[in-house]
């Protein structure tokens, strides 16, 4: 299931699962009394299923599914293994999440292994044993692969490219509905940045997947042991970052000195060269220009010279993850604010950051409600009446979150009535239009921002797209988004209503790149710069592609797009607000996303204000966070170029200082496998 989850976290798709039952017809799933049958579960909700089943030539027939507000993957999977148990033949047909077809291959035949997929083709001959890894398998297959792995001595050579390797964790022993089963925790590494858990019966047999509390594929009856195999996973990861946090993370013994640097003042968007930086503790004690500034007794001092010193960048739109702390931090990423997440585990994770037990930014909260129904959002947190509202947003108060998220079932007659309640808790209110209304209504109703530049564009697209709960909301968009013209009278009177409101954007503008403009088998134009920097099986994904794009409709798509980065020109001139957001691989596509405000016309040390002082600003953080001066709080990054005139020297980040806390981002990548 790895590959699926990386494709979602391309799209941006993975931070926000929203479930819902799926429905499956007879004939596409294995049926009969030697059927395995697996339980999809998001965020602890049913939404799909897997089966698993000999087919009549001795091989496994796999099927997979899952509904996703209109989306979700159905792929029929069919392996031929041989004895030692690798795959010789490999078929995947159905739909991918986006619907796009699946149709991919694999063959071994007299040692030439030859495979096609979507995105890739090609064929090697192979001189030792080496296992296929489909981009559109189901979860299952990685049970096959632990199998491979334990029968071929822990290490194999994967198919496209890379290696992979294997531990056993640990046993744990399970209980439902009055039975009990001991089950073997394994963990893959190769898949991803870290370690990938997969769970075996003890005879080998699959039992499960999991992935914190936003995924689980478990057998069918087995459902209330997902908590049970989370918590045993999250133990062991708990120890790996805590034993990472201890390694990496360097706190000076006295006070910190930055001499020689090119100091970005985020106030006036200007650099200041030959500047000095004191840090002592947590805090900035001093800047000034070298020489003029006395440096403490026993300073370790750092010299700066060719580099930028600047305040640590803001991602104003995350969803946060597993591993996704060092990402942020490596990337200059000191302040996040996550806009959905289960709350339990982000107030554990913002827990482990802030007690320097797990690498990660500052962490801001933003409460998410949605309504019920077949298209409800990634939460357990419901809002279908006035009351239902007030009883949510005073818990998220009291638990500090700062902003509540509205999300697309929320009914629009609620809309105003928690707005009034977020604010009575000085708490901002933000999020996607809800269906079955505009934008323009969503900012006269009290919300102080709108994420996403595609809920703008169907602002103008009422008429036609009402319910903008399912896909339509970004294949609308890209097939007819070139025909909202940012200097029409109708756009310039909405941006006029957004000035009036001081009203918020957060575009993501790399999450439309990629699902516009991506294309199966070229490398995505968000991650190209990275991709050769990433471990094998993650730089595939990247070559995956976006929607499926109707015959005829390519340019058009590109076009939309480019239409995007046209209206973040108008709203900057404007003088909308923007925040840099990225909803999407952490780091690296903030990067991207900042590389694309320069491309729509705004300046580059324009651009670095925002992912700083001006996000500090919307979060009313400023007082302490935003700009290099005495008395804030120590949350500093130096760049090895020039991003006020180059943006991309932003991607070479090489230290980050945290709370006073020094992390050098070449340690922090190679402990996740990215090359620095």
């Known amino acids: 299931m790895k590959k699926l989850a990386l494709l979602f976290s391309l799209l941006s798709l993975s931070s926000v699962i929203f479930p819902a039952i799926a429905q499956v017809a007879p004939s596409a799933a294995a049926t009969g009394p030697t059927v395995s049958r697996y339980t999809l579960l998001l965020m602890g909700n049913k939404a799909g299923f897997e089966t698993s089943a000999l087919s009549s030539d001795g091989g496994l027939q796999l099927y997979f599914e899952f509904n996703d507000r209109g989306r979700g993957p159905k792929v029929t999977e069919h392996i031929t293994l041989n004895k030692e148990g690798f795959p010789v033949e490999l078929t995947n047909t159905g739909n991918d999440y986006l619907k796009a077809p699946v149709d991919e291959h694999f063959s071994l035949r007299s040692a030439k292994a030859s495979w096609k997929n979507r995105a890739e083709e090609g064929e090697k001959q192979i001189s030792d044993r080496a296992f296929y890894v489909s981009i559109s398998g189901v979860p299952e297959e990685n049970a096959i692969l632990a199998r491979a792995l334990l029968a071929a001595g822990g290490r194999l050579l994967l198919l496209p490219e890379g290696e992979a390797s294997i531990e056993k964790r640990g046993e744990l022993t399970v209980s439902a509905n009055g ?28 039992f499960a997947t999991v992935s914190g509390s936003w995924f689980a594929v478990v057998p069918e009856g087995w459902e209330s042991s997902v908590q049970a195999l989370a918590k045993a996973q999250d133990d062991i990861d708990n120890r790996r970052a805590a034993n990472l946090a201890k390694t990496l993370a360097h706190k000076p013994t006295g006070s910190l000195a930055f001499v020689h640097a090119n100091l970005f003042d985020s106030a006036t968007a200007s650099v200041h060269p030959n500047t000095t930086v004191v840090i002592s503790g947590n805090k900035i004690s001093a800047v000034g220009e070298d020489g003029k500034v006395n440096l ?367 992390y050098q981002t070449s340690d922090l990548y190679r402990a996740i496998g990215v090359k620095p």
Not at 192 to 200: G, N, Q, V, Y
Not at 444 to 465: R, S
Not at 494 to 522: A, C, Y
Request: aromatic share 8%.
């Open 296 to 662: 403490p007794q026993g300073a370790q001092v750092v010299d700066a010279s060719g580099k930028m010193l600047m305040p640590g960048l803001w991602d104003m739109h995350v969803h946060l993850q597993p591993n996704d702390g060092l990402l942020n931090m490596a990337a200059g990423v000191t302040s996040v604010r996550d806009l959905a997440n289960d709350t339990d585990r982000l107030l554990e994770m913002r827990g482990r950051f802030e007690q320097g037990s797990e690498i990660g930014p500052r962490v801001l909260m933003a409460g998410f409600l949605d309504g019920r129904g077949p298209f409800a959002g990634p939460t357990k947190v419901f809002a279908d009446s006035e009351q239902e509202a007030k009883d949510n947003i005073d818990k998220y108060a009291k638990l500090g979150y700062v902003q509540i998220k509205i999300y697309s079932s929320i009914k629009p007659e609620l809309v105003p009535k928690i707005a009034a309640m977020a604010h009575s808790h000085g708490m901002r209110v933000s999020g996607h239009v809800p269906a079955f209304m505009t934008a323009e209504e969503f900012v006269k109703d009290g919300a102080d921002e709108i994420q996403h530049m595609n809920f703008i564009f169907l602002n103008f697209m009422f008429d036609t797209v009402k319910d903008t709960r399912g896909p339509a909301r970004f294949t609308e968009v890209a097939a007819h988004g070139v025909e909202i013209d940012p200097s029409s009278d109708r756009v310039k009177a909405f941006i006029k209503l957004l000035q009036d409101h001081k009203t918020v954007s957060d575009p993501t503008l790399n999450v439309f790149e990629g699902m516009f403009t991506d294309r199966p088998g070229k490398v995505s134009a968000t991650y190209a710069a990275v991709a050769d920097r990433m471990p094998a099986q993650i730089r595939r994904g990247f070559f995956y592609g976006g929607l499926a794009v109707p015959e005829g409709m390519d340019q058009r798509y590109q076009d939309s797009f480019r239409q995007m980065l046209k209206m973040t020109k108008a709203f900057y001139d404007a003088g909308i607000p923007i925040v840099a957001g990225t909803d999407s691989l952490a780091g690296f596509s903030l990067h991207r996303e900042l590389e694309l405000y320069e491309e729509a016309g705004i300046p580059a040390p324009k651009v670095l204000q925002l992912a700083t002082l001006g996000a500090a600003h919307v979060m009313k953080r400023d007082q302490d966070l935003g700009t290099i001066e005495p008395g804030k709080l120590a949350d500093v990054i130096l760049v090895d170029g020039d991003p006020s005139a180059h943006i991309s020297d932003i991607r070479r980040v090489r230290t980050v200082v945290k709370d006073g806390i020094v």
């Open 179 to 206: 039975q009990s089963r001991t089950v073997v925790q394994y963990a893959i590494s190769g898949l991803d940045f870290t370690p990938t858990p997969i769970w075996l019966d003890q005879d080998g047999k699959f």
